[in-house]
């Protein structure tokens, strides 16, 4: 039995292993054709390298001093943006390998690319939200007024609204254009760990480490729907992801204790659960399927049928915490960065 529990121990379902980082992977990012990997960590290092062939690493983006905890491909896979703890942001042109351009914007949560234009967004820690055009550099801010940290955001799909969720448990609502606060909404009593827009752009979802998930109308600026807080005794459990399907009428929703909630949008109430060994970190629905896609603190990712709440395949080989995931467009290629010092390829 032992021999047994061994060789479980000893799965590695990775395709590739990319092991130059020296320390824990905090980020990884996926080009539209699944074919490049940027990843960042806590060694301050950047790479981009192929999928198909780990030992390739295609350049390093040099020049960053602090832990490297954000990599966004533009939408056109034409650059890519890396940014550190400090708030170094760089730019890179993904073809070239050379630094198209960087800037300062305080210490950084998040960076995220605009759905269809070379504009840049990034959070940081005093509430600043910034905008940048790539590679010009031109650039506006967008605050909603207090101190809190800007912890996540997301562009609405029409590409002229973007939704942030504040430390302080506040979720606006911005108008890119203007700069004026479409909707400003108390949401939770704890901080905005996570936001997500439905398809149509007219429901936003934010989780919470107050453990409750609230449903934003973007027409109305207010809350319509809310699942209630998860908790285990008396502590509250934090949402540390959450999704809209593009397939079914569904959220799925990760949580600190592993479990995964989906959420009929249309019924509004909870239509299944599923309960993993580790606390859900990251989550991403497959782009064409039902099934969503989890990594878990217990170094596994995982395939759940949204329709029926049930895990499908598990991929194993890292031997510690998974602390990001990125998903191909296709649905075909998971990458994973973990705190074990690689990143992994996986094949759905």
């Given amino acids: 039995d032992d021999d047994d529990d061994d060789d479980a121990e000893a799965v590695d379902d990775a395709v590739a292993v990319f092991k130059k980082h020296e320390k824990a992977v905090f980020s990884v990012s996926l080009l539209r054709n699944g074919l490049v990997v940027a990843s960042g960590g806590e060694d301050d290092r950047a790479f981009v390298w192929k999928a198909e062939n780990s030992e390739k690493e295609t350049f390093e983006c040099k020049g960053h001093k602090d832990s490297v905890t954000c990599t966004a491909f533009s939408s056109d896979s034409k650059y890519l943006a890396t940014g550190d703890m400090s708030g170094n942001v760089r730019v890179w042109n993904v073809e070239t ?6 800037s300062e914007c305080g210490d950084l949560e998040w960076l995220l690319w605009h759905p269809v234009a070379s504009v840049l967004f990034a959070g940081t820690t005093s509430g600043t939200t910034w ?4 590679p010009s550099g031109d650039c506006k801010t967008y605050s909603g007024g207090s101190n809190a940290a800007a912890l996540c955001g997301k562009v609405l799909p029409d590409g002229k609204r973007i939704v942030v969720g504040y430390g302080d448990g506040c979720v606006r609502l ?8 479409l909707a400003n909404v108390s949401a939770h009593r704890g901080a905005v760990t996570c936001v ?3 398809a149509d752009g007219n ?7 107050d453990g409750a998930v609230k449903f934003l109308n973007t027409r109305s600026g207010k809350i319509v729907a809310g699942l209630n807080q998860e908790k285990e005794g008396e502590s509250e459990i934090g949402v540390e992801a959450l999704g809209f399907s593009s397939v079914l009428p569904v959220a799925a929703v990760g949580y600190l204790n592993g479990c995964l909630k989906f959420w009929d949008t249309a019924m509004q109430r909870v239509r299944n659960e599923h309960r993993h060994p580790g606390g859900v970190v990251r989550l991403a629905w497959h782009p ?14 995982r395939l759940c049928d949204g329709r029926t709440g049930q895990c499908v395949t598990e991929w194993h080989g890292h031997n510690d915490r998974i602390l990001d995931m990125a998903i191909s467009v296709d649905g075909n290629t998971i990458v994973t960065g973990s705190e074990d010092g690689t990143c992994r390829v996986f094949k759905k």
Avoid at 131 to 134: E, L
Avoid at 174 to 181: E, I, R
Avoid at 288 to 301: I, Q
């Fill in 196 to 198: 997500d827009c439905h």
């Fill in 97 to 102: 390998g050379l630094e198209v351009w960087q």
């Fill in 203 to 209: 429901l936003v979802a934010s989780g919470s480490d």
């Fill in 288 to 301: 064409s399927e039902p099934f969503v896609f989890t990594c878990c603190l217990d170094g596994v990712v």
């Fill in 131 to 134: 905008m940048w055009k790539i």
């Fill in 174 to 181: 911005f108008d890119l254009k203007s700069g004026n606060v």
